[in-house]
């Protein structure tokens, strides 16, 4: 069984602070990680994937991979009260590529 | 370029009726598969189609089924609806075949409420 671990929050962090959200897997073969945010009634929205251990960078976004420890984290620099929603990781493996999403950590902005 | 569309947007259905929902992927895009989000289960996956041919399935019992037109333009239906059929059904496309680079984008859903 495929598992994807998040923390479900919610997380609050400070107007302009550094949010960083995790997320674990139990898969070893995995090869495709995906972040998706999602606001309140609205659908997921992909904001991020990264397939190789590192850091990958896109604006105010960061992923970070680490396969020997199997965890994937997103920070989010200079937050926003606009950056409050559900943040959700989703993990493929290599045997399949359709995506295991984790339960979301809600993130909250406060001004 | 449009992005995902999902028709109806809302729904509300009786139990033991069966309902149909639609899918138009993100022109160029031939996967299209749905997905299942409930509170207490999350983002659960149904079935994915390519080429009009269902590739991958979920574990839903078969009252749920789907299909794929030539156009990539996907249907769900569910039969004999249940009460914890009460969901939002979330459609997603990809123009990746498969592989590790596989990029969901969704649909806005629809709402399905069983009373």
């Known amino acids: 069984q495929k598992e994807v671990e998040q923390n479900s929050g919610p997380l609050s962090v400070p107007e302009g602070a550094i949010a960083s959200l995790n997320c674990t897997y139990s898969?070893?073969?995995?090869?495709?990680f995906f972040w998706y945010r999602q606001y309140s009634g609205k659908s997921p929205e992909l904001i991020m994937s990264i397939y190789s251990n590192g850091d990958k960078e896109d604006g105010r976004f960061t992923a970070q991979l680490n396969k020997a420890s199997q965890y994937v984290s997103l920070l989010i620099r200079d937050s926003q009260p606009s950056d409050s929603a559900t943040y959700l990781c989703?993990?493929?493996?290599?045997?399949?590529?359709?995506?295991?999403f984790g339960r979301g950590t809600s993130l909250i902005v406060h001004p | 370029k449009a992005g995902v569309t999902q028709t109806p947007r809302y729904l509300i259905k009786t139990r033991g009726q069966q309902v149909t929902l639609s899918c138009s992927p993100i022109s160029g895009h031939r996967s299209v598969s749905w997905y299942q989000q409930t509170p207490g289960q999350g983002l659960q996956f149904l079935f994915e189609y390519f080429s009009e041919t269902q590739r991958n399935k979920g574990n839903f019992p078969g009252r749920f089924s789907g299909r794929q037109f030539s156009n990539s333009r996907s249907e769900m239906n569910v039969s004999t609806l249940e009460l914890g059929d009460s969901a939002l059904y979330l459609c997603?496309?990809?123009?990746?075949?498969?592989?590790?680079?596989?990029?969901?984008?969704f649909g806005p859903g629809t709402r399905l409420t069983v009373t």
């Open positions: 997603a496309s990809s123009s990746t075949y498969s592989g590790s680079d596989y990029e969901q984008y």
């Open positions: 898969d070893r073969g995995s090869q495709s």
């Open positions: 989703a993990v493929a493996t290599g045997g399949s590529y359709i995506p295991t």
